[in-house]
Nanobody
Framework: QVQLVESGGGLVQAGGSLRLSCAVSGRTFSRTAMGWFRQAPGKGREFVTAIKWSNGVTYNRDSMKDRFTISRDNAKNMVYLQMNSLKPEDTAVYYC????????????????WGQGTQVTVSS
């Protein structure tokens, strides 16, 4: 099992930026893909972006790829989500996840999840 701990959420005004962090530890996560998902109140968990740990290849949700960027730091065992030009509709709990051998958008493909970090964007 991979352990994941998110941080960096908070309250930001529309148009602002935030960078979320995910500390990764546990079994050989270097062979897995890491993903960011989000869940707004009353809605299902939705895919944001993902990255293949070993080679940095990313897979992005089309509607967010111009504003959200995933990256990883191999030396620090960290995954990041840079979020720019935030909108009120980006308000959600953001989750870091791990599991598949390649980046996918499907929740069921990920078997390790963090506790989530709240992002609130005010208008």
């Amino acid at each position: 099992q991979v352990q994941l701990v998110e941080s960096g959420g908070g309250l930001v005004q529309a148009g602002g930026s935030l960078r979320l962090s995910c500390a990764v530890s546990g079994r050989t996560f270097s062979r897995t893909a890491m993903g960011w998902f989000r869940q707004a109140p009353g809605k299902g968990r939705e895919f944001v972006t993902a990255i293949k740990w070993s080679n940095g290849v990313t897979y992005n949700r089309d509607s967010m790829k111009d504003r959200f960027t995933i990256s990883r730091d191999n030396a620090k065992n960290m995954v990041y989500l840079q979020m720019n030009s935030l909108k009120p509709e980006d308000t959600a709990v953001y989750y870091c996840a791990a599991g598949p051998s390649f980046p996918t958008a499907r929740v069921v493909d990920y078997d390790s999840w963090g506790q989530g970090t709240q992002v609130t964007v005010s208008s």
